[in-house]
DNA sequence: ACATTAAGTGATT
DNA sequence: AATCACTTAATGT
């Protein structure tokens, strides 16, 4: 995929120019760590391909899923912490194979000011993010794990562009913060009610699946 | 056949 | 919703 016809979607013919002198593209593979917590951030990473998982993650390991970056997405809390100079609050790994444009920060002030599609385009993830993030907020606070779950699902089939999920209910309850035992038996719930078939490892989201939600 | 790991379940807080 | 304790099922060696 050539990269300067996916970017030209968005940006200026200028700041094109100016991404090609200056950026870097990187490939990872899957399960990969682009940044990990408490890393001094020094690029902006811009996502061509793929999908990357962006969390946070406590002392002793436990991690919360915040959200998964996109094709043509970028990170909002990069934005954040490079603003400020600071340290990554976050974790940052590859979901699948990417491709990933890296923008070193030093031209983050000088774009901001140049080009009106660059701000444009920070303004729009950072805004994207945040109404994201108060979803979940909102879930969380109101304790509809089971809402987060199917929201969660169907997330997982989207950028895996595939109804079937290759994922241990461990593996699930950890990305939410939870127990295994909690996620086996709302799996089991949506197992009765025909949404889903579950095999060892695997979840099978049914068509009936896609029905349900409330976003 | 046996050990290991994933998933299911009742009872308790 | 979380934890415990235990069972059952699937998978690897």
């Known amino acids: 995929m050539n990269v300067n016809e996916f970017l030209g979607n968005i940006f200026e013919i200028n700041l094109i ?3 090609e002198a200056h950026g870097k593209l990187m490939e990872c593979s899957v399960g990969e760590s682009l940044i990990k917590n408490g890393q001094t951030i020094r690029h902006i990473p811009i996502i061509i391909e793929g999908a990357v998982k962006v969390s946070r993650v406590d002392e002793e390991g436990q991690e919360l899923l915040l959200y998964y970056v996109n094709p043509m997405e970028s990170c909002a809390m990069t934005f954040n912490c490079c603003m400020s100079r600071q340290q990554s609050e976050i974790s940052v790994i590859a979901e699948t194979d990417v491709k990933v444009l890296l ?46 779950l199917i929201f969660y699902l169907k997330e997982k089939s989207k950028t ?3 109804t079937l999920i290759n994922l241990s209910h461990q593996q699930i309850a950890d990305e939410l913060a939870t127990s295994r035992v909690v996620i086996s038996r ?6 009765n009610e025909q949404k889903i078939l579950l095999y060892r490892n695997q979840i099978k989201l049914l068509k009936t699946f896609d029905v349900l939600t409330k976003r």
Not at 186 to 191: N, Q, S
């Open 17 to 19: 120019k100016d991404i």
């Open 103 to 148: 923008i070193p920060i030093a031209f983050m002030d000088e774009w901001m000011i140049k080009y009106h599609t660059w701000r444009s385009f920070v303004m729009r993830t950072i805004k994207f993010r945040f109404d994201e993030m108060l979803h979940t907020i909102d879930q969380v606070a109101f304790q509809k794990l089971d809402e987060r």
């Open 160 to 162: 895996t562009h595939s």
């Open 186 to 191: 709302l799996l089991k719930k949506l197992e």
